[in-house]
């Protein structure tokens, strides 16, 4: 059910301003957040990562590799400026991050 919220706010955030999720900061801002609530919710415990490396890491108090892999992943995302890949990286990073906001809440 979380799920189809999530997908349903994001439509509610997306249609009115399509030019918004193809905004390079757009994409950055929801990385950001993504991040932030992936580590939140794996440090207080109320949430386990999936991906073996990234829950590797982060179980073992080291944050910097997966905090490196999304800066990474951020310059790519502003280095392309493709207005494609700004909504995909939006989308799919802001909906994880109201995912992870939904469980630690």
Same mark, same amino acid.
């Given at each position: 059910?979380? #799920?189809?919220?999530?997908?349903?706010?994001?439509? %509610?955030?997306?249609?009115?301003?399509?030019?918004?999720?193809?905004?390079?900061?757009? %994409?950055? #801002?929801?990385? #950001?957040?993504?991040? #932030?609530?992936?580590?939140?919710?794996?440090?207080?415990?109320?949430?386990? *990562?999936?991906?073996?490396?990234?829950?590797?890491?982060?179980?073992?108090?080291?944050?910097?590799?997966?905090?490196?892999?999304?800066?990474?992943? %951020?310059?790519?995302?502003?280095?392309?400026? *493709?207005?494609?890949?700004?909504?995909?990286?939006?989308?799919? *990073?802001?909906?994880? %991050?109201?995912?992870?906001?939904?469980?630690?809440?």
């Amino acid at each position: 059910m979380s #799920a189809i919220r999530s997908f349903l706010l994001i439509l %509610a955030f997306g249609l009115p301003g399509c030019s918004v999720l193809q905004s390079r900061d757009t %994409a950055t #801002a929801c990385l #950001a957040a993504d991040v #932030a609530t992936t580590v939140v919710g794996v440090s207080s415990g109320r949430m386990v *990562e999936v991906l073996s490396p990234v829950k590797a890491s982060i179980n073992a108090g080291h944050y910097a590799p997966f905090v490196l892999a999304a800066i990474g992943l %951020a310059l790519v995302v502003r280095w392309l400026d *493709e207005p494609v890949v700004n909504v995909g990286t939006s989308v799919v *990073e802001c909906g994880l %991050a109201l995912n992870n906001l939904l469980i630690i809440r």
